[in-house]
């Protein structure tokens, strides 16, 4: 006798298998979704302000300026220097002879020192075969060892460049033979070529020169003016030398 064949079970929950699978992988879904929504704000702060600016033109400098800002040691002091009670500069004359400029200066730089703005001896002038020599010293615009413009010296520089007549000029830093060697400044060649341009900024900040018009150099101590044998001499060759040529700057070729 054969056997009896029995209906063969049907299971009606497979389709469980498949669901949870589904559900499985909304999960996973959703925990992307939130992982994402938790990410850097920092980041999506950079990335937002990357977009903006590729996408907006570049100035870099503003309309009306004819050089950078300053940024560097001199920055603070410009930003918080407040010039009290200053002179107004006396108004320069094109065609007047070197003479007569370098008599018009003293005047405003005697009228500096009464008022306190100028220690007396800090700026010393003299006709040279390159042109009027204004030679501002250390002691009255810069700390030892410094390229950084005393705050309270920074209106005078303002008024005497304010006042100087058009033409070529070239600044030039000098020290003393006393050997300088720290964190800034490895030698007198950069302490000089530091502070004479930290000089020549200012004056392009705060005067209408035209930047063509303008050099600037570092000079260590191989152009001295006086002895170094003595304190008096060092004194006089710790210098910034602002020179009204008598000729135009020669342009590189």
């Known amino acids: 006798m054969s056997k009896k064949k029995h209906p063969e079970h049907v299971n009606h929950e497979r389709w469980l298998v498949s669901y949870a699978d589904f559900i499985t992988l909304l999960f ?8 994402s929504s938790q990410s850097d704000k920092k980041k ?4 937002s302000e990357a977009m903006q600016t590729a996408f907006t033109p ?5 309309a009306h300026s004819r050089i950078p800002p300053l940024t560097d040691i001199n920055a ?3 930003t918080n220097s407040t010039p009290a009670a200053i002179v107004p500069p006396l108004p320069s004359t094109s065609n007047e002879t070197l003479e007569q400029t370098e008599a018009r200066l003293r005047k405003l730089i005697d009228e500096q020192v ?3 703005g100028i220690p007396p001896g800090g700026i010393a002038m003299r006709i040279t075969p390159d042109g009027l020599v204004i030679s501002l010293h250390e ?4 700390p030892s060892g410094s390229a950084e413009i005393r705050p309270a010296s920074i209106p005078m520089i303002s008024i005497l460049a304010n006042t100087l007549p058009s033409g070529p000029l070239r600044v030039e830093g000098h020290t003393d033979n006393v050997p300088i060697h720290t964190a800034q400044f490895a030698s007198n060649w950069e ?10 900024r200012l004056m392009l900040e705060r005067a209408p020169i035209h930047p063509a018009n303008l050099a600037a150099a570092g000079y260590a101590e191989f152009h001295p003016i006086a002895s170094n044998t003595t304190e008096d001499g060092r004194t006089q060759n710790r210098r910034v030398d602002i ?3 008598r000729h135009p700057i020669a342009a590189p070729r």
């Open 28 to 35: 996973a879904f959703f925990v992307v979704l939130f992982a």
């Open 44 to 47: 999506q702060l950079k990335l």
């Open 58 to 62: 570049l100035g870099t400098f503003d």
């Open 76 to 78: 603070a002091s410009l």
């Open 114 to 116: 009464a008022s306190g």
């Open 139 to 142: 002691a009255g615009f810069f």
């Open 191 to 200: 302490l000089s070529t530091a502070r004479s341009t930290a000089i020549a």
């Open 243 to 245: 020179i009204l040529l």
